[in-house]
């Protein structure tokens, strides 16, 4: 899932889009997260749907046979990168997709899992994905059932040495969000460690500090299981890479601003900022989570290069790029407000709109919470704790977008996503 943070005119869009939202007979359930077995053998589990593994770009990959749970697994730390057998789960995402690039031109064998309909609304086929993945072992497999996972990687032969989870629901609706963001990932963790991960970076999310979101919860459980399967298992480390804005959430309305629209905000503009971080200086930092000593067993927030900007602030940037007197419409947060009481209310007769009320929340969160680190004791944000990394900076993105457009930096499948 791609969050907007600071587009607030399309959160207004989302606004206007829910009033007509179509209602649904069908009920979300809730998923029954902890029924999901953990380290399940391969062998007790029942293989319903067929896998496909492409195995004509096959690297080579260190084959071995299936390691126990047991096997000494820090050792990968000793080995040179061609010799590391990195899974990478949520390989066609916006950042995903630069993780296995990056990965790649570390040197490290990357075994990348891809649905066979992959991208926004399912965009891509298979060779499409094959193409945007070169250079991985492409395994076109089910990540929400672990049957079809193990058995796609049973078929590989291969050992793992490190998982990396670039996974997030496309939506951000309560169901699908505990299917990915959990279920999914946390297959992922089983079918990694019953082939010897001895390491798990996961891409987590700065804003699961204040967990207020149905999709911020189930990442919560997923990085508690594994802190605590590094507590039972102490060969076992984990990453956890909780960034904070991504480039693509606040460049929707760069080509509305320059055809001529106004920078539309919340409130003064100032509720909240960030520390945007690029996909590729992202993806840098996740892959020395692959190794480096010092990330493991850490929460690692991280923002881009420069200081934090509020919306004014982006705003403000976005007209000097134009050389354009700066033109602002400043939208009142209690809008947001009004609009999550109504779906609130109406949820509770129609509860198929759960998702609609919680795109709501989604919207409002980002309107008004920073993506900064945050103060427990005092509740506040500091730009000043929040580290930065890498050197892209949203300027520089924003310039872009206004010569290129924002092909490549699409947001999902939802209006606000
Ligand atoms: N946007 C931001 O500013 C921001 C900031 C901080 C943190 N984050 C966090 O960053 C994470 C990833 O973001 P992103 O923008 O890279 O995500 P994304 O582009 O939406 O990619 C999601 C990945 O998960 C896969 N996936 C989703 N549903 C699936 C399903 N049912 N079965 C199999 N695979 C599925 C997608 O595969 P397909 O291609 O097959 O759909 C894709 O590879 C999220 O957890 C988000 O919370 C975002």
Known sequence: MSLCFSNSLVTLHFLAKTQSTRLSSQFINQIQVSSIPYALPASSLKLSKPFECSTQRLNPITVSTVPTVETAPSSFRNKTPKDINVLVVGSTGYIGAFVVKELL???FNVIAVARE??????KNNKEETLNQLKGANVCFSDVTRLDSLEKTLDNLGVSVDVVVS???SRSGGVKDSWKIDYEATKNSLVAGRNRGA???VLLSAICVQKPLLEFQRAKLKLE???MKEAEVDNAFTYSIVRPTAFFKSLGGQVELVKDGKPYVMFGDGKLCACKPISESDLASFIADCVLSKDMINQVLPIGGPGKALTPLEQGETLFKLLGREPKFLKVPIGIMDFAIGVLDFLVKIFPSMEDAAEFGKIG???AAESMLILDPETGEYSAEKT?????DTLEEFFERVLREG???????????F
Not at 406 to 416: F, P, V
């Open 105 to 107: 031109s570390r040197g």
């Open 224 to 226: 508690a299981e594994l």
């Open 117 to 122: 309909k992959s991208g926004i609304r399912a």
């Open 387 to 391: 580290p930065s990394y890498g050197k």
């Open 166 to 168: 670039c996974l997030a």
């Open 198 to 200: 001895s390491h798990f």
């Open 406 to 416: 924002m092909e490549g930096q699409e947001l999902g499948e939802q209006t606000i």
């Open 364 to 366: 409002r969160y980002y």
